[in-house]
C-alpha cells in the first residue's frame, strides 16, 4: 500500500470551501460516513444525506494531497459529504478498512470466476446488464459499433431524469458514453465517433424535456457531443451522404436550441457550418434555413423576433457578396430587418440601416434603442436621432424614451426633451424624473406653473404618496412631507416612507419624529420575537438620542419606564435594549 499524504484542515477547506466545510464538519461529528475503505490511494465509503439512500463517495489522494473527488449528490466534488469524508480520514484513519484495490482483487479471479461474479452483480443491479452490449472504455476494436445497446443506455440514463439530482446522473452517463468515442477518434475511426456522438444528440434532444433542475450540465455534454461530431465533417470529405447527415444532425441541434430560446446546446457548431462547408452544402443550409423562417410567421411577437434573428445570424453569412443585393427582397419579406440592419452598418451603408429599421413594422422599442446604439457606437449621432425620432409619439419603453430626450437636449431642443421626460413622469413618477423637469422648464422659465401642476397631480394620488413626499423632503418641506405620510391612507407599506421622513427631520420635526419611533417600537413589540425586539431597540435608540440632544431626559424616561414595566416578562426584550445601550 502506497503512502497516503496527511491532510490538513486547510487542504478541506481549499477542496471543499465555505459553507460545504462547514456542513461537512457538522456530517463527521455526527457520524454520517458509513463503511469507509482504503484502496490503495483511493477512500471511498457511503454518506447519509438528505436522499433516502446513501450517497456514493470516493477520493483520490497523491503525494500532493487531494487529487479527484466524486460524490453521487448533486454537487458532485467538493461538498459537503467530501468534506466529512476527509475529515474522518484525517481524525479517525483507524476507522477505515483497508483493503485492496479493485484491480488487484479482480486479477486474483479466473475467467470462471469473474463470470459468477458479473452473473452476481447484475442479479443484485439488472441495468448494469446493458454495459456488456456496449464498447468497453479505453479498448480499442476495429469492428462497426451496433448502434441499439448505445441507444438503449442513453434511454435508461433519462429514466428518473426528473426527480432532483436527476440532471447530474444523466449528465455523468451522458459523459461515460461519449467518453467511449474518444479511443475510436484516437484511432481514426471517425464512423464510430459519429454513431456515438450522433446517438447521443438524438437521445439527448428527444428527451431533455424529462430532465427537471438542469442547470446547464446536460445541456453542456449535447454542445460536447455535438462539436465532437462537427470534428468528423473533414474525414468525410469524399462521402457526400455521411457529411450530409451529419449536418442535418448539427442543423437539428441548432433548431432545438433556437426553439428553446438560446441555451446554448449549439454553441461553436454554426461556426463550423459556416466554415467547412462546400458551396452544394451551403446550398443545403439555405434551403433548410428558408424553412424554419417561413414557420415563423405563426409565433408571437417575441418568439417571432427572436427565431428570425437567430436564423438571420446564420443564413446571412452563407450569402456571396456578389448575390447579397439580390437577396435583399427576399430577406425583407421573409421579417430578416434586425440582421440586415447589422449588415449595413458592417458595410458602412448607413442611410439604408436606417431605412431597414424603420421598415420594420415588429421593431420593438427596445430593439430600436438597440440598433440606435449600436448606430452611436459607430459614430453616426445624428443618423441614429434620425431614426427614432419618426416614431417618438408611438414609444412607450421609457429607456428608449429617456435615450431620445437626452438626443434632443444635446441639439439644444430643451422643449421637445421636457416634453419626453413628461411622458416618462405621466407613467411613473419619480423623484429623480421630478429634478430633471425642474432642470428644464427652468431653462425655459415655465418651472412655477409645471411645479404646481405636478405637485397637485401627486396629491390626488394615493399611489404617488412615497414621490410626494421625497420631493418634499428634497424641498426641505419637512412639515410638508409629515403631512403627507400622516394623513395618506395608512398600510404596511407606508412604514418604509415614514422611517425616511422621520430620520430626515429629527432636527426639524424632533415632536413628530419620536412619536413615529415610539409608535413603531411598540408594534414590533407587540409582534413578538427577538428579530423585532431588535428593529424596536434601534427606533428607541433614535428616540433615546433625539431627546438627549432636546434635553428632555425626562421625557426618555417616561418613554422607556411603561415599556420596560409593561414588558418585564420579555428577557429576549431586556437583552436586545441592552445590547443598543438602553438599560
Request: hydrophobic share 40%; net charge negative; glycine share 6%.
Amino acid at each position: 500500500m502506497s503512502n497516503l499524504p496527511e491532510l490538513t484542515v486547510k487542504d478541506i477547506q481549499a477542496w471543499c470551501p465555505g459553507a460545504h466545510y462547514e456542513r461537512g464538519l457538522n456530517y463527521y461529528k455526527q457520524g454520517l460516513v458509513i463503511n469507509p475503505v482504503r484502496r490503495g490511494e483511493r477512500l471511498e465509503a457511503r454518506c447519509h444525506g438528505s436522499m433516502s439512500h446513501p450517497y456514493q463517495l470516493r477520493v483520490t489522494l497523491n503525494s500532493a494531497g487531494i487529487q479527484d473527488a466524486g460524490c453521487s449528490c448533486p454537487v458532485g466534488s467538493g461538498c459537503k459529504h467530501i468534506a466529512a469524508l476527509l475529515l474522518t480520514f484525517m481524525r479517525d484513519p483507524e476507522r477505515f478498512h483497508t483493503t485492496q484495490t479493485l484491480d488487484e482483487l479482480l486479477q486474483q479471479r479466473d475467467k470462471r470466476e469473474l463470470m459468477v461474479l458479473i452473473k452476481a452483480m447484475i442479479a443484485r443491479e439488472p441495468d448494469l446488464e446493458a454495459l456488456l452490449a456496449l464498447p468497453l472504455p479505453g479498448i480499442k476494436t476495429q469492428k462497426t459499433l451496433d448502434p441499439e445497446p448505445i441507444r438503449r443506455q442513453l434511454r435508461l440514463a433519462f429514466d428518473g431524469a426528473y426527480e432532483w439530482g436527476g440532471s447530474f446522473e444523466v449528465t455523468a452517463e451522458l459523459s461515460s458514453i461519449l467518453d467511449m468515442a474518444e479511443p475510436f477518434a484516437e484511432t481514426g475511426d471517425w464512423l464510430n465517433v459519429k454513431m456515438i456522438c450522433q446517438l447521443v444528440l438524438e437521445e439527448g434532444l428527444a428527451n431533455y424535456e424529462y430532465v427537471g433542475h438542469d442547470e446547464g450540465e446536460v445541456v453542456g455534454e449535447i454542445n460536447r457531443a455535438a462539436n465532437r461530431l462537427a470534428d468528423c465533417l473533414p474525414a468525410f470529405a469524399d462521402d457526400a451522404e455521411t457529411r450530409m447527415g451529419v449536418m442535418r444532425a448539427l442543423f437539428n441541434l441548432v433548431r432545438w436550441d433556437n426553439e428553446m430560446g438560446g441555451y446554448g446546446a449549439a454553441e461553436g457548431v454554426t461556426d463550423v457550418l459556416l466554415s467547412v462547408t462546400d458551396a452544394d452544402e451551403q446550398q443545403q443550409l439555405r434551403e433548410w434555413i428558408m424553412q424554419e423562417l417561413t414557420k415563423t410567421d405563426a409565433l408571437n411577437e417575441f418568439s417571432r423576433q427572436w427565431r428570425r434573428e437567430s436564423w438571420g445570424s446564420l443564413l446571412l453569412p452563407l450569402i456571396d457578396d456578389a448575390a447579397f443585393d439580390d437577396f435583399l427582397p427576399q430577406a425583407r419579406s421573409l421579417g430578416l430587418h434586425r440582421n440586415l440592419f447589422s449588415q449595413f452598418v458592417q458595410l458602412g451603408r448607413i442611410d439604408e440601416a436606417v431605412r431597414i429599421t424603420l421598415e420594420d413594422t415588429d421593431a420593438s422599442d427596445y430593439s430600436l434603442l438597440q440598433a440606435a446604439q449600436r448606430l452611436e457606437e459607430a459614430g453616426y449621432f445624428k443618423q441614429a436621432t434620425n431614426m427614432v425620432e419618426p416614431r417618438a409619439a408611438q414609444i412607450t419603453d421609457e429607456r428608449l424614451l429617456l435615450w431620445l430626450a437626452e438626443k434632443r437636449e444635446q441639439a439644444g431642443n430643451i422643449h421637445g426633451a421636457m416634453t419626453l421626460h413628461q411622458r416618462c413622469w405621466n407613467d411613473s413618477p419619480s423623484l429623480p424624473g421630478y429634478q430633471t423637469l425642474e432642470r428644464l422648464a427652468g431653462k425655459l422659465g415655465e418651472w412655477e406653473i409645471l411645479r404646481a401642476k405636478l405637485i397637485s397631480g401627486l396629491a390626488a394620488s394615493n399611489r404617488d404618496t412615497q414621490v410626494l413626499a421625497r420631493i418634499h423632503l428634497y424641498e426641505k418641506a419637512w412639515q410638508s412631507a409629515w403631512d403627507v405620510v400622516g394623513t395618506k391612507a395608512s398600510g404596511f407599506w407606508l412604514g418604509g416612507i415614514r422611517d425616511e421622513v422621520a430620520q430626515a427631520t429629527e432636527q426639524h420635526c424632533p415632536e413628530q419624529a419620536v412619536a413615529h419611533y415610539l409608535q413603531s417600537a411598540k408594534q414590533l413589540i407587540e409582534r413578538r420575537g427577538r428579530k423585532n425586539y431588535a428593529a424596536a431597540a434601534r427606533y428607541l435608540k433614535s428616540v433615546k438620542k433625539i431627546l438627549n440632544r432636546t434635553s428632555q431626559k425626562d421625557a426618555w424616561r417616561q418613554a422607556i419606564d411603561p415599556i420596560r414595566r409593561n414588558h418585564a416578562k420579555l428577557p429576549a426584550l431586556r437583552d436586545e435594549l441592552s445590547k443598543a445601550g438602553l438599560d
